[in-house]
């Protein structure tokens, strides 16, 4: 029976990197992406990106709706846009919402790993549900079904993923990293810390092939 990985995928740059790093090191395997609609302004773009990229390496596509998180005090679902750090985007443990999923996902299938794009955050700052220790206490809760959970680029920026990007032609048109675009969800907001990182390696991305 073929091994089964799960993939949390946004349809981001970093995700989409991820499921390329995935498909090249378990090349044999079967792999789930599984992605989230929470009533996110970017969501029609991501879900897009995320399903495109699904497409091309061959990845069952599992796409959730869920409620939107009223409660946060995140700029993700307001007009204000995030601060220089990304601070502001912070939606309070939404990493543990999505892994909650996931991991019934993995035992539902009979899947071992899931795997996750948390890079390296901006010196000084970073989300509680982005550490490596919030990880491994989490994978202590899961151990019971012997599901782990794979942060590979934990200790990477984005343009640590530039070689990623290059070998499996991956441009700015096969994915959506901006959290705070215009109201309709479609044009990226130019200012948040994803859209600054995009343009800093577009030009880049865009003239590798």
């Known amino acids: 029976m073929k091994e089964k990985i799960v993939v949390l995928n ?3 740059f970093d995700s989409v990197c991820l499921c390329h790093w995935v498909r090249d ?6 792999l789930h992406s599984l992605h989230f609609e929470y009533g996110n302004r ?14 091309k390496l061959g990845m069952i596509s599992h ?6 998180i009223t409660w946060t005090r995140s700029t993700l679902y307001g007009r204000k846009h995030s601060d220089e750090t990304g601070d502001a985007q912070y939606l309070e443990y939404r990493n543990l919402i999505f892994l909650s999923y996931a991991a019934s996902l993995a035992q539902s299938i009979g899947s071992h790993k899931i ?3 948390v890079i390296r955050p901006i010196e000084g700052h970073g989300y509680i549900d982005c550490s490596g220790e919030f990880f491994n206490n989490l994978e202590k809760v899961l151990s019971d079904a012997e599901i782990s959970i794979e942060t590979p680029f934990i200790d990477m920026d984005k343009w640590d993923f530039k070689e990623i990007a290059k070998r499996h032609h991956v441009t700015t048109n096969d994915f ?3 959290n705070e675009p215009d109201l309709f969800g479609l044009v990226p907001c130019g200012r948040c810390p994803d859209c600054l ?5 577009s030009e ?6």
């Open 42 to 55: 970017n969501r029609i773009m991501e879900t897009h990106c995320a399903k495109k990229v699904c497409r």
């Open 25 to 30: 090191n378990y090349p044999d395997t079967e």
């Open 63 to 68: 796409n959730v709706k869920i409620p939107k």
């Open 176 to 178: 959506f990293s901006c």
């Open 115 to 117: 795997f996750l794009a």
């Open 197 to 201: 990182a995009v343009e800093e390696f």
């Open 10 to 12: 946004s349809g981001g």
């Open 204 to 209: 880049y991305l865009n003239e590798i092939h």
